[in-house]
């Protein structure tokens, strides 16, 4: 009798996840936030929602938890109720936090989902400095910083920034000496002092500086990346490796769970999104703001988050943060 019991016990449990599985989700799902509305984070993700929207047949609301550089929402994501309405958009901040002592979190308090997106850092210039200087590509640049080492002031945002390090990423990849220049404000601050002659350029991603290059004042010698933007403002400009420089740097985006997720559920929120990645109205979105769409599925997304992880303290050092 008793293992008849268990038996029936057994198969109510496997049903009622069955039914679960097959309701969820029923209700609407929360999607979290650890930037400003209107920021670039939230643009991205509050796009991919709309798109996500349409798979899970739900709203999603999008919830800007701030504060203490991203800390306060990627914790917030982190300690949700593992039930699948929950997730988040962990940044690249992420895998600088243990280093500087901000959190004890990093990628293993989560339950990676995919990653979405990579804006690439880029060498933008004053275009008068570098035609006065016959600086025309991303060797021309290094061989200059090369001959003047710590001469060059290349801005970048806040201390301890996503683009502020990529400058430790350009010296550590290049072997080169420049003076990175912070600006509390922001990247857009930077990229104005560069566009006025005040430093000679910048390390942010190509979006930030797109006034500006379109204007004339900035020239961008390279892109930090893979593969070339896709923006039709942006498709010739070459990447870094293109030029036989192997300096590859870029913030990112990745959707997480907590941990704890059913895997049934987990599964099917992971399906959800790989096919919301190519929303059409998603795609047209990224692309005008010139933002790359660089998915990787859940199993890559862990291994991408690990190198990270290791990656970023390497060049926190390179600009002095640690």
């Not at 920034?161 to 400058?167: F, L, R």
């Amino acid at each position: 009798m008793k293992k008849l019991l268990a038996l029936v016990m057994a198969l109510v449990l496997v049903l009622g996840a069955a039914a679960a599985l097959a309701d969820y989700p029923d209700k609407p799902l929360n999607a979290i936030c650890p930037w400003s509305a209107g920021g670039g984070t939230d643009n991205c993700l509050r796009a991919f929602c709309m798109a996500l929207e349409k798979q899970l047949g739900q709203t999603i609301v999008v919830d800007n938890r701030t504060g203490a550089s991203g800390v306060t929402g990627h914790e917030a994501i982190a300690d949700a109720d593992p039930d699948g309405y929950t997730f988040g958009m962990i940044t690249f901040e992420l895998a600088a936090y243990k280093a500087q002592e901000m959190s004890d979190y990093d990628y293993t308090n989560f339950d990676p989902v995919c990653r979405l997106n990579t804006d690439a850092a880029a060498i933008t210039v004053n275009k008068a400095w570098a035609d006065a200087n016959g600086i025309a590509d991303i060797n021309a640049f290094v061989a200059y910083c090369k001959e003047h080492p710590g001469e060059v002031k290349m801005g970048g945002s806040s201390a301890g920034s996503v683009w502020h390090i990529a400058g430790g990423y350009l010296m550590t990849a290049t072997g080169i000496e420049i003076d990175m220049i912070t600006y509390g404000d922001g990247a857009a601050a930077a990229v104005k002092a560069a566009a006025q002659g005040e430093i000679q350029g910048v390390t942010v991603s190509l979006a930030e500086a797109r006034s500006f290059i379109e204007s004339g004042d900035l020239v961008c010698l390279g892109v930090m990346d893979t593969q070339r933007n896709s923006a039709e403002v942006f498709k010739d400009i070459p990447t870094c490796q293109e030029q036989g420089v192997d300096a590859v740097y870029a913030t990112w985006r990745c959707l997480g769970l907590p941990l704890g997720v059913d895997e049934a559920i987990r599964t099917k929120f992971q399906e959800a999104c790989a096919v919301a990645v190519e929303d059409p109205d998603f795609v047209t979105f990224m692309n005008n703001a010139g933002q790359t769409i660089s998915y990787l599925d859940a199993a890559a997304t862990v291994e991408f988050l690990k190198q990270q992880t290791a990656d970023v303290p390497s060049a926190m050092e390179a600009v002095g943060l640690l």
